[in-house]
Structures are given as structure tokens and as C-alpha cells.
């Protein structure tokens, strides 16, 4: 496994469309495992492939597993997800306003609308289908991802845009 490098907005391969993944085969797992890696050391709780230069349709996932997030998250608190391919199929009527960061816009953050609720379906990484339903920041989490995969930033949507405090909470997705 290797760290590797989360491009920014200058890069313009963060602005194109994600190509379909066709391969699940050795290369794919190693760009999970490195993207799992990135992820985590950054510290972030979701990772696109575009994010590391691979215009592939995959992202991974993971919220915190402290106590806190356990009580606020139950049992998907820690639970790593990786989707190939991702869609939504179902969106609540409801949409939420919350605060956003990105890995690849480091010290910034902004307001964002997203679904409250969704139902998203996917591939993992042996290419099984599956579907998870998620509510309030894990939507939010896969709602970021999945625009990183049409090449579209947070910033792009954003109600309004800040630079981080030093001491403002710091988890990006």
C-alpha cells in the first residue's frame, strides 16, 4: 500500500467525467488499498479516484469509529465502503444544508444543500452489485463523492465558502 497524491482544482484531470470501471483485477485492488491509505492519513472520510489522478468511477468511504461517532452512527461507524460505479436510485424529497471541506481543497469549507436521505447502488470491489441506504452524513459523504466522480467540486454548489479556522474542526471528505 502507498500514500498517494491528492491533486487540487489546477489539475484538470478533477473536472472530467470518471470513466466506467471495467477491471476489477490486481490494479484495481491496489488502488483501493491505496486510496484506503490516503484516506485515512489525510485524515478524510471519503477518497474519489479522481482525487488521486485515476479517472475511474470508484470512491471509498469510511465515517469515524471513536465512541462518539458510534453513538451517533451505530453500526455503520467505521465500516469501510467502496463503490464501483456508483448510482443513486432513491433521494428524499427533504434536502439539508450542511458543512462541507474537501481533501482536495484543503483549509476551506462551505454550505451545501444534499439529500437528507438516499439509496445508492454499486459495485465492490470484486465487482458484486450492492445497495446501502444512508441517511444524514453518510449521504452526504457519497453525495460528495459521487460528484467527484462528474467532475464537480463542493465549491461548485456551495451557498457560501469560508477558510478554515486553525481551530475549527477539520474532517474532509
Not at 80 to 87: D, R
Amino acid at each position: 500500500m502507498a500514500i498517494r497524491t491528492i491533486i487540487t482544482p489546477e489539475n484538470p484531470l478533477l473536472r472530467k467525467r470518471a470513466l466506467r470501471v471495467t477491471d476489477f483485477g490486481s490494479g484495481f485492488q491496489t488502488l483501493i488499498d491505496d486510496m484506503v491509505e490516503t484516506m485515512l492519513d489525510a485524515p478524510g472520510v471519503g477518497l474519489a479516484a479522481p482525487q488521486v489522478a485515476m479517472p475511474q468511477r470508484m470512491f471509498v468511504a469510511r465515517l469515524p469509529d471513536d465512541e462518539e461517532a458510534k453513538k451517533e452512527y451505530g453500526k455503520l461507524a467505521g465500516v469501510l465502503f467502496v463503490f464501483a460505479n456508483p448510482e443513486l436510485i432513491k433521494v428524499s424529497k427533504e434536502k439539508v444544508e450542511g458543512v462541507e471541506a474537501c481533501l482536495s481543497i484543503p483549509g476551506y469549507a462551505g454550505k451545501v444543500d444534499r439529500y437528507e436521505r438516499i439509496v445508492i447502488k454499486g459495485q465492490d470491489r470484486h465487482g458484486k452489485e450492492f445497495r446501502v441506504k444512508a441517511d444524514g452524513w453518510l449521504a452526504r459523504v457519497f453525495q460528495h463523492e459521487l460528484d467527484h466522480l462528474d467532475g464537480r467540486l463542493y465549491i461548485d454548489i456551495a451557498k457560501e465558502v469560508w477558510e478554515q479556522k486553525p481551530d475549527e474542526e477539520q474532517v474532509a471528505e
